[in-house]
């Protein structure tokens, strides 16, 4: 097995990482005895754009975390791009679209 990446020497990220129930997550961050999970998704609709947010909710449960994000690339000229924080219960997840 590989050695994963190193991030300026302070840590490491992995790209589709599994988890013990045998789902991939997109990011997992460890920098400075912190994790970050990232969800990378296309721009499909609301639709899909909630679905993310749901697989990033289950993502944070499993990691034991309180806050994630979610990376959206959108190829429509008309989506307006920009971030946003969203609260649902005591989990907060940042949100860009790109």
């Known amino acids: ?5 190193v991030i300026n020497g302070a840590g ?22 912190e994790q970050y999970v990232i969800e990378l998704k296309v721009w499909r609709g609301n639709a899909y754009h909630e679905r993310g947010e749901s697989q990033l909710l289950e993502y944070l449960e499993y990691y034991h975390l309180d806050r994630g994000y979610m990376l959206s690339f959108n190829f429509n000229k008309k989506q307006e791009i920009g971030e946003k924080e969203l609260r649902i219960g005591k989990k907060v997840l940042i949100e860009a679209v790109v």
Not at 1 to 5: L, Q, R, S, Y
Request: aromatic content about 14%; overall charge positive.
């Open 1 to 5: 097995m590989k050695n994963p990446p």
């Open 12 to 33: 490491n990220y992995y790209v589709e990482s599994w988890t013990r129930n045998m789902e991939r997550t997109d990011v997992i961050v460890d920098y400075r005895r």
